[in-house]
Structure formats: C-alpha cells, structure tokens
C-alpha cells in the first residue's frame, strides 16, 4: 500500500513539473527506480535559485 501511494505522489510531482516546463529531464530508468527518489535535472535554472524558492521540498543540487 506504501509503495503505491509513493509511486501516485511521485507521478503527481512528475507530471506536474513537467505540465509547466519543457526544459526538464527525468534521470535515471523511469520503470525501475524507486518513486520515492525524483531526480530530475532542469536547464536554464541556477540550483541555488531553485533551493531557495522550494522550501517546503527536499532538494539537493549539484
């Protein structure tokens, strides 16, 4: 049951970023990859910017 949540919540995130903007990348194996870990690079934005404005999300850069 944990799985599939974190699978649907992961999608959500998934399809919501990429509704907004065509310049992201989704990294690694979309098939065989844990839900739980979106790792996603995206052109044109400076990581610093993008930490600052997220707060509320977990977020690394680099």
Known sequence: ADYQHV????K???DGIFSQTSHVVLN????SRYPGCVNLSF??????SLLM???KIALSSG
């Open 7 to 10: 699978s649907a919540l992961s």
């Open 12 to 14: 959500r995130l998934i």
């Open 28 to 31: 690694g194996d979309p098939e």
């Open 43 to 48: 052109s044109c934005v400076e990581g610093e």
């Open 53 to 55: 404005a997220l707060k």
